[in-house]
Structure formats: structure tokens, C-alpha cells
């Protein structure tokens, strides 16, 4: 028989079976996905009244329900049966994962080998144990504007390109932070002078970029889902340096580092490198305000410009360095056009006899107007001019269209480009 009260020996001529005692209860922290946590009861069963020893066991239930030899809402983990002098039961329970750090109730129970529970004390009572705060890592590979080479497309200012990476935490994706981050660099120079904010440089360097959770990247569901996705936003200067032929970083690439970010700060060991990625040659240029017309003002018949002058200055607006056509259309007014070899043109203030006549035909011209992003203005080089007005040209105004077009300077050499490393 059992007894749920008596002790001691009190002459029955029955077994009397006492109640295991439950003293006390600790718990560990532990990592969602280990089975590191373990649970210890503090126990004492006293021997029966026929001089044997009652084995005890330990539950450890997920809901405060027990019905005596198993939980009926869900286990944490159980003991096996074991002789309870006094002592301690243990058992080792798993940490779901993902699971949220903080606190997670459990209730422990002792019942011993004549399925006689205890009572009072920690039995059944609400205890908890601590899911310890997990940094996040990179899952897969991040990928520098979907894998496919780059465009610039805007003139002296930004183009955004996009950094996509997924993000996984052992404690849900929920626990990911906006201060998931993300560093991109031409490949050359290494992560490791791309990874502060000091070390930005519209060249070769975008560090610490503010990656924003992107459900089209990848959804996180619900608490159940450990990933989600991240994009982060480039916003890539018109000089940043091309990785394509014929310039001085050919075949060196661009990569984005992903490095993610929770409640425990950023985690820097769990960061993720994309492959490689092509920055396309952006040739692009344009005139500098105030020096982006070509006016010659009054001028005598059958005279010219003495020594050309500075009318235009071309500036470098994307990523390589320029040379430039140039060729022109004949100006038309009150008496007979003055054809485009009426005008001759230069990249220094030489004289009429030294300049270069300009052609209805595209013709090369040297210009050699440097990369850039090196001096915090765009690169330019400056454009002389002058005109010859005809003997029996009927005065009045004449206009035309001259064009400058963008032509790639050749590289071969160092400094070809006037480029840093």
C-alpha cells in the first residue's frame, strides 16, 4: 500500500510506500538546437517499510500536466529510474530551434517505481530555464547585383545597385536587426580596408551599408523560421572603378561582404562574400557650367582668331578616362554657310596655324582627360577654339552645332588613366 503521509516503521503488517520528497530544482542555459540544458531535482525517497529502496524518476513536462507516468501536454525530457538517497535526478533537454532567447517555463515532476508522486515542494511547480541570445550568420551565398556585371547609367552622380544576402538566427528570424550591414570593394584592395565607415571610398570602397529585410528575397514566416532575407542598397558614385578589358582593374571584380546583425550586436564571424562581379566601363561626358558653349561674339570678314581660346572644358561624368570625336556642322545665317574647316580647335592656346581642323567627318582627337574620383571635382580638360569669317561673308549671325563625343582613352600602361592603385 501506499501512504501519502505516514513515516517510519508503525508495525503494519503491510509495506508501507512514503512519498518521494522534491526540494529543490536548477536549470542551465543553453543554445536553441543543443541538448545542453540540464534539469536537477533535489530528491529523497525514503525506504519502504519491507527494507527495500524505491527507484525515483524525473519529468520534466512542457504543460502543467502529469498523469503519473508521463506528460500529457508534451516533455521536456525524463530521467531514468534511479535509487533516491539523498541526491539529485537529472535530465538533459533539447532547446528547440529556432527558439527565442529568454525565459521558457517547464514543470517538473518526481514519481517513484510504485507510480507515487511527490507532493509540495517544487512538484509541478513553474520553473524555467534560459535560451541564451545566438548571433546570426550568412546562409548561402549573397549575391552582388544578382551575379550579372554592373551599369552605371548616371552622369556625375549615383546609380543604386542592389546587395542580396539571407540571413538565418537560431532564435528566429524575427531576432534579425536592420543593423545587418553590408561592405562592398573592388577585390583588389581585400575586405579588410572595406569594413569601417572611415574607409569609404567612392573608388573602391562602400562600407557599412544599412541592409533593410526584404520579404521578395527571402519571406520570414513566422516564429517557426530561422531566415530571412536582406537587401541593401549601393549607391555607387559614376567614377567607381571598372572591372571590365582595357582598363587598369581588368579581371579584378567587385565583391560584397554581408555581415549580420542581431540584439548581440554585429557578427562579424558569420559574415557571408558573394562572387566576384564585373563593374561595366561607364563612358560618359560633360561640359562644365559656364564653359559648355562656343561663342565667338563679332568678328570682322576676312579675319580669324589670332590664338585659340578656351570655350569649352569636358568633363570625365562616368568611370574611365576619355579621349574624345569631335566634328561639325556648318553655320548657317543671313549669307552663305561657313563650313565646319572654318574652325579649328586645340587642347592648348596655340595659334590658328597650330590648330586642328575641325571635319563634318567624326575625326579622333587626344584629349586625355584624366579618370575621375581623385580630387573630389570631375576630371576635365579644357577645349580651345576659333573661328575664320570668310572674304565676302554677309555680316549677320551664324550658328551651327559642334559635337564632342566620348571615346574610351586606351590603357596599357600605369597612370594611363591618372589612377590610383
Known amino acids: 500500500m501506499s501512504n501519502g503521509g505516514t513515516s ?22 543553453g543554445n536553441p538546437g543543443a541538448s545542453d540544458v540540464t534539469i ?9 517499510d519491507d527494507g527495500s529502496q524505491d ?3 524525473l519529468y520534466v513536462c512542457k504543460t502543467a500536466a502529469f498523469n503519473g507516468s508521463s506528460c500529457t501536454g508534451g516533455e521536456w525530457c525524463h530521467s531514468d529510474p534511479a535509487v533516491a538517497p539523498p541526491g539529485a535526478l537529472a535530465c538533459d533537454l533539447t532547446v528547440p530551434d529556432p527558439q527565442a532567447h529568454g525565459e521558457v517555463n517547464y514543470y517538473p515532476y518526481l514519481v517513484d517505481s510504485h507510480s507515487l508522486q511527490a507532493s509540495g515542494g517544487q512538484h509541478g511547480s513553474t520553473q524555467s530555464y534560459t535560451v541564451n541570445d545566438v548571433v546570426p550568420t550568412i546562409s548561402g551565398t549573397p549575391s552582388l547585383n544578382g551575379g550579372a556585371a554592373m551599369d552605371l547609367t548616371n552622369e556625375l552622380s549615383t546609380t543604386d545597385i542592389y546587395f542580396t544576402g539571407l540571413v538565418s538566427d537560431d532564435n ?41 529585410y526584404d520579404a521578395a528575397v527571402e519571406e520570414c514566416i513566422d516564429a517557426d523560421d530561422k531566415t530571412g532575407g536582406y537587401k541593401c542598397t549601393i549607391p555607387f558614385q559614376y567614377y567607381a572603378n571598372p572591372t571590365d578589358s582595357g582598363t587598369p582593374w581588368s ?7 554581408l555581415v549580420p546583425a542581431d540584439g548581440q550586436g554585429i557578427n562579424e564571424g558569420g559574415a557571408g562574400n558573394s562572387a ?11 561640359m562644365e557650367s559656364g564653359y559648355n558653349a562656343i561663342a565667338y561674339g563679332s568678328m570682322s570678314i576676312n579675319t580669324h582668331t589670332e590664338t585659340l581660346l578656351e570655350k569649352v572644358r569636358v568633363q570625365a561624368a562616368g568611370n574611365c578616362a576619355l579621349n574624345a570625336n569631335m566634328s561639325g556642322t556648318s553655320m548657317t545665317g543671313t549669307g552663305d554657310p561657313i563650313t565646319a574647316a572654318n574652325q579649328r580647335y586645340a587642347a592648348s592656346a596655340v595659334s590658328w596655324a597650330s590648330g586642328i581642323e575641325l571635319s563634318g567627318v567624326a575625326a579622333p582627337f587626344a584629349l586625355g582627360v584624366c579618370k575621375s574620383g581623385y580630387t573630389g571635382t570631375p576630371e ?12 565676302g561673308q554677309l555680316p549677320g549671325s551664324y550658328t551651327g552645332t559642334n559635337t564632342v563625343s566620348a571615346v574610351k582613352k586606351p590603357w596599357s600602361n600605369p597612370n594611363d588613366w591618372c589612377e590610383s592603385p
Do not use: Q
Not at 187 to 199: L, M, N, P, R
Not at 251 to 257: D, F, P, Q
Open 8 to 29: 517510519g516503521n508503525n508495525g503494519s503488517p503491510f509495506a508501507v510506500n512514503h512519498r518521494p520528497t522534491f526540494s529543490a530544482v536548477s536549470d542551465e542555459a
Open 40 to 48: 536537477t531535482a533535489t530528491t529523497y525517497d525514503d525506504d519502504d
Open 55 to 57: 527507484t525515483v524518476s
Open 172 to 212: 528566429g528570424c524575427d531576432d534579425i536587426t536592420a543593423s545587418t550591414t553590408a561592405d562592398i570593394w573592388l577585390h583588389s584592395i581585400g575586405h579588410t580596408a572595406c569594413d569601417s565607415a572611415g574607409e569609404s571610398n567612392g573608388n573602391t570602397c562602400y562600407p557599412r551599408l544599412v541592409c533593410a
Open 251 to 257: 579581371g579584378i571584380g567587385w565583391t560584397g561582404t
Open 276 to 286: 566576384t562581379t564585373t563593374m561595366n566601363s561607364f563612358l560618359a561626358l560633360s
Open 380 to 391: 576635365y580638360k579644357p577645349i580651345y577654339w576659333g573661328i575664320n569669317i570668310p572674304a
